[in-house]
């Protein structure tokens, strides 16, 4: 389960409803070629051991975000195409040709929108109507259906078991109509990326929209590295973990490990969005217990600590401010850690807002903006730029406010979806200033 980062101090200060969780799998088990410069020799390790990427794509491959084991390599041979239906919304077409435009160039996939039947369907529906299907879903993949009402009549059965699957042939992405421009854009990328490739998450992965901790928006060129393997000459469906491994990496027995579930479980408690917020806060605490226990030294640990520190904002600023320092000294040495540096600015920002600091939190407002206008990130870049408004109005600075207001008009529309919740989360953010005032 996919877990949303924007907004969470917000969230925790203002008391605004969280957002909406996206799944990359659907209900229980159901997750949600050409190859350029590719060498055909099996990619290089180190002598006696493996790379960190053949690690990472032999878990990525044969596992589901379940812990669920798979016994075979899955993907499709041959041309892939890609059809939308449903309630498409107005800005999903190009959003999906520029991400098939991404994956042909980048991943060397031989994939094009559909002339005719299409090996991948995208149907939009009422976001309603896929949470009677997947209630913890906000999107999701299955195999071998072409609809939304096919899948409803094989619900349950061994045809749509990715478990059984063993070549791809169809596979159907559900994404809500109704829901802003960015998240139709980011289901897309991931669940797209899960039809292809991947049907797991690795939360050790910091630069990946293969990641429950969803900093990244978009496949990154990680994903495309990933995606790329996935559909080397190397290899093909039905194949076993150690022949595609022995094939892509000269390394065969790589078996997955994931990570203990008892720490996933706390993260997902912690962030779940249910619960009482003592609750939530001690999950996170356990979860970041059991990542110092275990020695790691990646973005579980980071990750811990930014748990701790959303969740500690509103009543122990101090623990919040340590947990978002211990988090960024981390992510600060992670490949693609500039995203989570301007995530963890917003949360600082936010908390400034709310401690009467306007100085202060225009500063870390101004250096996370900087970074998140190369990140194609519009909600994260729109809330940085209404926290910035919001300071500027407390600073006496109503005019500039207003510019910078008119200014994030077009991210928030694409991020935040209707006018009326652009204007829900400037009330949000008022509100968390607000506090400072009545304090």
């Known amino acids: 389960m996919r877990l949303s980062c924007l907004a969470l101090v917000l969230s925790a200060l203002a008391a605004c409803a969280p957002p909406a969780q996206v799944s990359k799998n659907g209900p229980a088990d159901e997750t949600g070629v050409g190859f350029g410069s590719l060498s ?5 390790v180190a002598a006696g051991g493996s790379s960190p990427l053949a690690r990472d794509f032999i878990e990525l491959t044969f596992a589901m975000e379940s812990g669920r084991q798979l016994q075979v390599f899955t993907r499709f041979e041959g041309p892939v195409s890609v059809a939308l239906t449903g309630q498409v919304p107005p800005t999903a077409p190009a959003d999906l040709a520029a991400l098939i435009g991404r994956l042909r160039s980048e991943a060397g996939i031989d994939i094009s929108p559909a002339s005719g039947p299409a090996t991948i369907t995208v149907e939009f529906a009422r976001r309603a109507d896929l949470r009677r299907l997947a209630p913890q879903a906000a ?10 009402a096919e899948y409803r009549r094989k619900r349950g059965s061994e045809a749509v078991d990715w478990a059984l699957v063993t070549r791809r042939e169809r596979v159907a992405v559900f994404i809500p109509s109704d829901t802003s421009p960015q998240e139709v854009r980011d289901c897309l990328h991931e669940e797209l990326a899960q039809a292809l490739g991947p049907l797991n998450d690795l939360y050790r992965l910091p630069d990946s929209v293969f990641n429950d901790d969803n900093f990244h928006s978009v496949l990154t060129g990680f994903d495309m590295q990933i995606l790329r393997l996935t559909y080397s000459p190397l290899i093909r469906s039905g194949m076993g973990r150690d022949e595609v491994a022995l094939r892509l990496f000269g390394v065969p027995g790589l078996v997955p490990a994931g990570p203990p579930r008892d720490w996933t479980q706390a993260i997902e408690t912690a962030l779940g969005g249910k619960g009482a917020p003592r609750t939530r806060l001690a ?16 973005s579980r640990t980071a990750f811990s600590h930014f748990a701790v520190g959303r969740l500690a904002a509103g009543s122990d600023p101090a623990r919040a401010l340590e947990a978002f320092r211990q ?8 490949p693609g850690g500039d995203v989570h540096l301007a995530h963890i600015d917003m949360q600082l920002a936010a908390m400034a807002l709310a401690g009467g600091r306007a100085d202060y939190a225009i500063r870390l407002a101004d250096r996370a903006i900087a970074q998140v206008r190369t990140q194609q990130n519009p909600a994260l ?7 910035k408004a919001e300071a500027l109005e407390r600073r006496g600075d109503a005019a500039a406010a207003a510019v910078l207001r008119l200014d994030t008009q077009p991210f928030a529309r694409y991020g935040f979806g209707s006018e009326t919740m652009v204007r829900a989360r400037t009330r949000d953010i008022a509100a968390v200033a607000d506090r400072a005032e009545k304090g």
Do not use: H, K
Request: aromatic share 8%; glycine share 2%.
């Open 283 to 298: 999950a996170a605490e356990r979860a970041l217990a059991i990542a110092l226990r275990s020695g790691w030294q990646d």
């Open 139 to 148: 999107c999701f993949v299955v195999p071998n259906v072409a609809s939304l």
């Open 40 to 44: 055909l020799s099996p990619f290089p």
């Open 381 to 387: 870049l729109a809330t940085l730029m209404l926290i």
């Open 327 to 334: 988090a960024a000294a981390i992510y600060a040495r992670l």
